[in-house]
């Protein structure tokens, strides 16, 4: 018997989850900061089993609305909910359950989608902490499953598994099975080169950077053309992301077009520019034509 179903990923930002999605896929397939927030779109993992195919949607961490960007996040977090046959909810093991997370977790207990909930990052978490916390959740009914996992480390990822494979429907194969994502090859790319700016900014930019593909074009000696803006809301911010003789864009692009050859398997050609856009966080309109896709939420 064949078994398949959508598994979605939620949690508050910054506890893993886009990490937890790449160790369950055994590739990169979403975008992993230390910055909270980081995962702006729901990005759908495809984990091949033996008998079974598991569709994971990552989902922003769950925050409060700030601006239309985090509007349209905070709508994903809702419409990755909606008709899915899983929810894992992912806990920060370095730290302590707050009353949020007591009331979320309540909330999706009490619905009839099996419900596991993740306590991540136990590679650095406090091992008595932990202990406090599964014995806060194990009287909630509801909880299909609490497993104490390392996302970074790959721990207990084979039992987190099993209990996926155990609440899985008979169902058909969705995907092919050397598909690990439905993202395009351009959002991919330009996922790759938003984490390696986030990484290397640090806190010199805030959030307002977002990467705009204007070419991608294969050529026939197996080489590959990509012209990309990297886009940010304040002129201030412009040189610190290009650098003292074009050293910071230069690190960007470098450790950019190094991952998206491995993607790829080809040779890349990467020109990557700066350009200022006023708030395009608060543009409905920029958000459209960055790809955000606003009014199909």
Known sequence: MFKSGFVTIIGKANVGKSTLLNALVGEQVAIVSWRPQTTRDKIIGILNGDNYQAIF?????????????????????????????????????????????????????????????????????????????????????????????????????????ERIEANLKEGVQFYPEDMITDKSVRFMVSEIIREKAMKFLGEEVPYGVAVNINLFKERDDNLIDIDADIICEKKAHKPIIIGKGGSMLKKIGTCSRQDIEKLLDSKVYLNLWVRVKDDWRDSEKLLNELGYNIKDI
Do not use: C
Not at 60 to 73: A, D, W
């Open 57 to 161: 949607i990552d989902t922003p961490g769950i925050h409060k609305v700030k601006n239309e960007l985090s509007k349209f996040m905070m709508k994903n977090v809702e419409s990755a909910l909606e008709g899915v046959d899983i929810v894992i909810y992912v806990i920060n093991g370095e730290k302590n359950i707050d009353d949020n997370d007591m009331k979320l977790i309540n909330q999706y207990a009490k619905a009839s989608t099996p419900f596991i909930v993740v306590i991540n990052k136990m590679d650095i978490a406090d091992r008595e902490k932990v202990l406090d916390m599964i014995n806060q959740l194990k009287d909630i009914d509801g909880i299909d499953s609490i497993i104490p996992i390392s996302a970074m480390k790959g721990k207990k990822l084979d039992l987190l598994k």
